[in-house]
């Protein structure tokens, strides 16, 4: 089976809001076996709605579409689906209904403008929506093509996609079950580039002959395999056998696979080890303790840590002494050292972790420029320092310092001296 996707509101075209929605229907619907072969995205005017449904209709027969169901002027979906059938919008008494059981079980009375969501072009299919007021439509023309709308809240959409749309595409598909399934291999501490140059061209016979896509950001490059098309067993054997391929190839850069946070693994690894951790913190500003603390269960491994940003609760709180600062500045390796065996010594931890830098827009030199940033990270006996140039604005370098933090500690963990 082949859909399209289509996304509704001006909202998204302005960049105001990300379009999440498209990315989670995706991957679903890839998990089911049913490829999604285009996605578009338009406003809230019906005919450009009603033009891209009427389109993805001749294309491929199968639209999901998303947004515009709401209650107020810019919900313009009903319209656009009405016209795309040439059908006329009426009240449906079962949407209604359904829009006045959503407030009461709020103890709220219906405003009179949610009315509007009970209009359904003449023939759809009121699919009941538990998660919200705006009712779901099925809408399919006497050629078998079929468009179903969803809401554009995230949470709606979600819900409505997984326990009402799976079960229905499930049934109407006849063919044998096969799947569209993914692997992501995760990594950091290498660029894209160098990475493509160590797994070979297009992967080599690391992948056995499936799709290879390198996704490169802030925490690393991800890399995804894809299997199209077999049976639920066949591809997960082939993406098994391609993932094992990747690890080796790839080696210490990686770091888990699908959604693997490096934090997690970080603390994962501490524990197996029954090690606590303390960070000391100046340009990163405590994200370092934010992305440890954001994983569940992490108050067993993560002590604490000190958002040092002048010289002087460096000097205090951590013990760096004021000659070291006053010969290399705060952004030195010695100062990050410092803050690392101070952190780890006065919160009474077993891994000292500390940033210091100079993450912008103001602030460099031509000695120092702006991304400079110097990580240091105790265990033990064992100090190892790094020191980096980082592109990008402020939120990136910050971002891109704490994964090098993090990163080290894994290495120590993983790769001892």
Known sequence: MRVEILTIGAELLLGYTIDTNAAFMARALSEIGVAVVRHDTVGDEPEL???AIRDGLERTGAVITSGGLGPTADDRTRDGLAAAFGRELLTDPEALAQVERRFRLFGRTMPKINVVQALVPRGARVLENRFGSA???WM???RGRWVITLPGVPSEMRGLLTETVIPILRERESAAPTVVASKTIRTTGIGESALAELLGEDGGDAVAGLPLAYLPGWEGVDLRITAAEMPAADAERALGEAARR??????????GEGSANLAGVVLDLCRERSL???TAESCTGGLIGARLTDVPGSSDVYVGGVVAYSNRIKESMLGVPEELINRG???SEDVAKAMAAGARERLGADVGIAVTGIAGPGGGSAEKPVGTVWVAVQIGEDMRTFGRVYLGDRGEVRSRASQTALDTVRG???QPR
């Open 135 to 137: 009712p779901a439509l």
């Open 329 to 331: 500045g705060a952004v």
């Open 246 to 255: 990747l690890r080796e190839r790839a080696g210490a850069y990686v770091y």
């Open 49 to 51: 709605i009603a033009r």
């Open 140 to 142: 399919e023309d006497e």
């Open 412 to 414: 120590m963990l993983t």
């Open 276 to 278: 606590t951790i303390a």
